[in-house]
């Protein structure tokens, strides 16, 4: 069931250019989620969202085509990584450990019911507790090790 840039986005004046844009960064959008296993419904409700804040960000013109699909996808992406973080109780700055949890939904979650992340719909404790025991850890552990001092000493001097 494919929508249409009409139905994503309310009703206004929109030119046929712009329109096309948008159909652009929609099909990035669906593309992108579709690779990542998620469902079509899931997809339906995060793409207008996407859309929307990515639209309101970008400017006319030439660079509007990639910076418009760039955005719309990059949204998507941050809205995964907060419904990420806020199941398993990481904070949205949390680099590695919202890597870790993409990694382990992607990798790992072959049961975990994708789709309720991005549709909002609540997920099961056990589904939770199967994603977090999947949590990739580093080999060996991270453990930054302290760094002498180097002075730098160039060939040519004036």
């Known amino acids: 069931m494919e929508r249409q840039v009409s139905e994503v ?20 959008v669906r593309g992108y ?14 793409v207008p969202l996407c859309l929307a804040k990515a639209r309101k960000r970008v400017g006319r013109g030439p660079a509007a085509v990639e910076e418009l699909r760039r ?5 998507a992406q941050r809205r995964l990584d907060r419904a990420l973080g806020h199941l398993l ?10 890597a870790r949890a993409r990694a382990a939904l992607f990798l790992d979650g072959v049961g ?11 997920v099961s404790p056990e589904a939770v507790s199967a994603l977090a025991a999947h ?7 991270e453990a930054p090790l302290p760094m002498k001092h180097q002075t730098f000493s160039f060939i040519f001097r004036r």
């Open 9 to 28: 986005l309310p009703p206004v004046e929109v030119s046929e250019e712009e329109a096309r844009l948008l159909h652009d960064a929609e099909d990035a």
């Open 33 to 46: 989620l579709q690779q990542l296993g998620f469902g079509v419904a899931a997809i339906d409700s995060v």
């Open 71 to 75: 955005r719309a996808v990059e949204d």
């Open 89 to 98: 109780g990481f904070e949205a700055d949390d680099l590695s450990n919202l």
């Open 112 to 122: 975990f019911p994708k789709d309720n992340l991005l549709s909002g719909q609540p």
């Open 135 to 141: 949590l990739p850890t580093a080999t060996p552990p």
